[in-house]
């Protein structure tokens, strides 16, 4: 007799060789006979409360450890429910492989159980989206999903198959499989051609006032990014993608000066990142001086609104490495006072920003300001923390106060509800590492119930919440653009601490900024913790000040928005 398994357990057994320490998922039936081998197989499953975060989850182990994620759910609502979570790994660039379940073929356009278009509903947000009918092929079909996913065939993300139930039940012999397809390979690395680097190397060593920008595209080239900025003197703008990859202290940081390093550029090395709105898309609007070069593994983030005057391709560490070389056989015409005039203020901004934290006041409801937890955060988190933050004004002053060197966001999606789901995938994945969520009373609420599967699968994070019931950034816009018609963007002062206790979690509610300290220490020695923070409704945040919230026509900032308006002669 031939040995044979099903396909149900070939995908157990194609995860248990190829895919990550742990899957993401929330059951039905559609997709039982997987979960059922991936138990045989040995494979743990982090059973969530909405399918939703176990997507976040699978993008957030992904991005950490840079294993591929892995979700695991059922069809129809199960699969839908995904589609925020797939459409933020979409543009975080998260390689994550979505395993859905889909109805028997054999009841295919009869009206099935949980039938519903879930490829046609993914495909936009994902890197490939495929119903796998042909059983004998599911194994050769995942290897190349996970391919995609990570960035086989442009940028790394999501990808999505399903398998019909019929066919995870159907047996196929083991020597149908071909065996290459259960190894772990790497991709071909492809180096930078020299040319490029040259023509890049001598832009640079000309550029006067240089400025290096990195993103997600920048993973694992911390140490080339660091040569390149020493042999180049170029000042240098981490964004929300690529924190920590340079360690804080290293002087080319100017990010306290972001907008007067943008503002004077002459030259602009983008290294795997976007020029997105965060960047003004590239326009002379935000870099009114500057030529630029692009580097990066990946067209979609060399070639986006305004292309170099060099393109980079190739692996980004080898790139920065033999830039950094190149660099070195060229007079450099750096301005030195330039450069240093923006790290002094850097640093004297940077550290007058850090002392105004616990000094800050409250506000005209007695509440504390929100920038206290950041203080009372400080001394708490040493240098391998990970820190995860999401919200509207909360978002925007963690951005610029939670020191961690390890960080994720609700990034260029302003995805909402990635806090929880992120930081107990962090926790998993980093058991030995202190891994802190602050998250707006809003956006907590959108995956709240996850704090029961921190506590069920002791994810060991601590939640902050900060709590100024409201939808604060959203309140004050309606405050002060629309004539103060505040509608709809409050939310009641509830007490999300009693709510972590009814789910096993230590938990504290906290108003006296004095005993904040004290209460998030007893939270790490006690996590999953959760501590609810009554802060103030009486701030204006960064974001909101420069007019992130108004959505302007042209730009996503205010003051870019009318530079654009006078390119286009509408000032
Ligand atoms: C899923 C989703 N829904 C709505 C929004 C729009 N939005 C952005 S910030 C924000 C308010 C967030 O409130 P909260 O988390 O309490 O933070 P706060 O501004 O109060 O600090 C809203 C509704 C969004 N970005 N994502
Ligand atoms: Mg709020």
């Avoid at 100024?468 to 963007?489: F, H, K, M």
Wanted: aromatic residues 6%; glycine residues 10%.
């Amino acid at each position: 007799m031939t040995a044979s398994r099903s396909v149900a357990g070939w995908i157990a057994r194609f995860i248990a060789a190829r895919g990550p320490a742990r899957v993401f998922g929330l059951q039905g039936g559609h997709i039982q006979p997987i979960w059922d081998e991936l138990g045989r197989a040995g494979v743990p499953i982090v059973d969530v409360r909405h399918e939703g975060a176990a997507v976040h989850m699978a993008a957030a182990h992904a991005l950490l450890t840079g294993e591929p994620g892995v979700a695991l759910v059922t069809s129809g609502p199960g699969v839908t429910n995904c589609v925020t979570s797939v459409a933020n790994a979409d543009l975080e660039r998260a390689p994550v492989l979505v395993i859905g379940g889909c109805p028997p073929a054999r009841q295919e356009q009869m009206g099935p159980l949980q039938g519903t278009p879930h490829v046609d509903i993914l495909r936009p947000v994902t890197r490939s989206a495929r119903t796998l009918r042909t059983a004998e092929h599911v194994v050769r079909e995942l290897d190349a999903a996970l391919a995609r996913a990570q960035g086989s065939d442009g940028l790394p993300g999501p990808v999505y198959v399903e398998i019909p139930t019929d066919v995870l039940r159907t047996k196929i012999a083991d020597a149908a499989v071909l065996s290459e397809f259960l190894l772990r390979r790497s991709a071909p690395r492809s180096l930078p051609d020299p040319v490029a680097i040259e023509r890049a190397a001598q832009l640079l060593c000309r550029a006067r006032r240089p400025l290096v920008i990195s993103g997600r595209g920048a993973t694992g080239a911390g140490a080339a990014l660091a040569s390149l900025l020493d042999a180049s003197g170029a000042v240098y703008l981490d964004t929300q993608e690529s924190r920590g990859i340079l360690p804080a202290g290293h002087p080319a940081h100017v990010g306290a000066m972001r907008g007067a390093a943008m503002r004077d550029a002459d030259l602009v090395l983008t290294v795997g990142r976007k020029l997105d709105y965060q960047l003004g898309y590239g326009s002379p609007a935000a870099f009114p001086d500057a030529r630029f070069v692009r580097i990066s593994a990946y067209a979609a983030e060399r070639d986006d609104n305004r292309p170099g005057e060099v393109a980079v391709g190739g692996d980004v560490a080898a790139a920065l490495t033999q830039l950094a070389a190149a660099t070195r056989g060229h007079p450099r015409a750096l301005d030195v006072e330039w450069r240093d005039a923006l790290r002094s203020r850097h640093a004297e901004r940077s550290q007058r920003h850090v002392a105004t934290l616990a000094k800050l006041p409250p506000g005209a409801d007695g509440r504390m300001h929100p920038n206290r937890i950041f203080a009372a955060l400080a001394g708490l988190l040493p240098d391998d923390a990970i820190g995860v933050a999401d919200g509207g004004d909360i978002l925007s002053f963690a951005r610029l106060s939670l020191a961690t060197g390890t960080y994720l966001d609700a990034g260029a999606f302003g995805c909402l509800g990635v806090g929880v789901p992120y930081a107990n995938a962090a926790a998993l994945a980093f058991p030995g590492r202190r891994v802190v969520a602050v998250c707006g009373d809003g956006a907590f609420g959108l995956h709240a119930m996850e704090i029961d599967t921190a506590a069920r699968h002791g994810c060991k994070a601590v939640f902050v919440i900060a709590n100024n019931a409201a939808w604060n950034i959203e309140r004050v816009d309606q405050q002060l653009n629309y004539g103060g018609r505040v509608s709809g963007t409050l939310l009641g002062d509830s007490d999300y601490a009693a709510m972590a206790r009814a789910f096993g979690l230590h938990a504290e509610r906290v108003a006296d900024p004095a005993a904040l300290e004290a209460a998030l220490a007893r939270a790490f020695d006690n996590a999953p913790a959760l501590v609810d923070v009554v802060v103030t409704r009486d701030t204006v945040s960064s974001d909101l000040e420069k007019g992130l919230s108004i959505v302007p026509d042209w730009q996503a900032l205010a003051a870019w928005d009318n530079a654009e308006r006078g390119r286009y002669g509408q000032g």
